[in-house]
């Protein structure tokens, strides 16, 4: 199985785009998390829409809003709101884990299989197969 994170941006308008993706596939829909970090002293989160895989394919996207979004646990706003919002709109609770910054690596593709192997050994999506 093929797991992926597609990044839509940092949580602006793009936010609309990741609550739609969501609303748009209940059926597929995995899971709704929060990725808490700290950034040059500050404490930013990114929303992860998760989809189940795709059959036939065995696709598993993870579409993120990456570290654009004010922690909501010390700064309340809108935009996690929304997102809030949806996920009990949808039913579907928000896992909220605090990982490292993906500044901290050298490539973006590194910090996504980073975040891949926290969420396959927390089992919040599949082992590698």
Request: aromatic share 10%.
């Amino acid at each position: 199985m093929i797991q992926r994170f597609i990044e839509l941006g940092e949580g602006y308008s793009d936010l609309y785009e990741l609550i739609e993706l969501a609303k748009a596939n209940q059926h597929r829909l995995h899971l709704m998390m929060v990725l808490h970090t700290k950034i040059e002293n500050k404490e930013v989160s990114s929303l992860v829409v998760g989809l189940k895989p795709t059959d036939p394919g065995k696709f598993q996207g993870l579409y993120i809003c990456r570290e654009g979004i004010p922690n909501p646990n010390y700064i309340p706003n809108k935009r996690y709101e929304l997102f809030a919002q949806t996920a009990k709109e949808l039913d579907k609770p928000i896992f909220e884990l605090s990982v490292k910054a993906s500044t901290l690596f050298h490539e973006k593709e590194l910090f996504y299989q980073y975040l891949i192997g926290i969420l396959r050994l927390n089992h919040y999506i599949a082992p590698l197969q």
